[in-house]
């Protein structure tokens, strides 16, 4: 059992960065878990989900192969509270069932000694109760806003919406462990990785 392992929880707000962050980690050797991409595979046809999705969003969101046209899902999901709490009702317990098997996993490694879970819900889903720390990649509003424009071609009211369901910057910081800043250059933000993961694998 590999009990050196540190399961790092990293998060922040859309298009805060949060990716860009878990690159560097990769490259400084931790293993990473997109929990957003975990979420899309229970959209699948095999998935435990895929039936209870439909059942109550609709046929709507279903294409022509079907399959869950995710942008269809989004648009309808992201329109109220009550349909957002009903997908990640639906979806939560999966993601949290799979990456607990990859913990799992990862803790029977003796090579891996970090272990990154990148998820924009993490606290709001209550899945930082899993974590050893947790980080928050801190950017400001307007960056986010044109940064998801930009990188993820979405109009400014769609960002909006996502950004209502999501707790703000400061609540988010209360939980955190470690705060990584990336307001400033990718330079910056790459020192303040290699920074927090030399004081890490040293503890």
């Not at 962050?21 to 899309?40: P, S």
């Not at 819900?121 to 986010?144: C, F, N, R, T, Y």
Request: a positive charge.
């Amino acid at each position: 059992m590999n009990n050196k392992l540190k399961v790092i929880g990293l998060t922040g707000g859309i298009a805060s960065g949060k990716s860009t962050v878990a690159e560097m980690f990769f490259a400084l050797g931790a293993e990473i878990i997109d929990a957003d991409k975990v979420g899309h595979k229970a959209l699948a046809k095999n998935s435990r989900c895929y039936k209870k999705i439909i059942k109550y969003f609709g046929d709507k969101i279903v294409d022509c192969n079907g399959q869950i046209d995710r942008a269809a899902l989004a648009q309808i999901a992201f329109r109220n509270t009550v349909n957002q709490e009903a997908l990640c009702a639906i979806i939560h317990p999966w993601v949290f069932e799979y990456i607990d098997k990859k913990i799992k996993f990862y803790r029977k490694n003796k090579n891996i000694k970090l272990l990154i879970i990148e998820a924009v819900l993490l606290i709001e889903s209550g899945l930082h109760k899993k974590m050893d720390s947790i980080m928050v990649v801190k950017a400001d509003k307007s960056q986010q806003i044109s940064r998801a424009r930009l990188n993820r071609e979405m109009n400014e009211n769609s960002i909006k919406q996502r950004m209502k369901y999501q707790i703000s910057l400061a609540k988010k910081i209360k939980y955190a462990d470690y705060v990584i800043d990336n307001q400033g250059t990718f330079k910056n933000t790459e020192l303040q990785v290699n920074k927090f993961v030399a004081k890490l694998l040293k503890g």
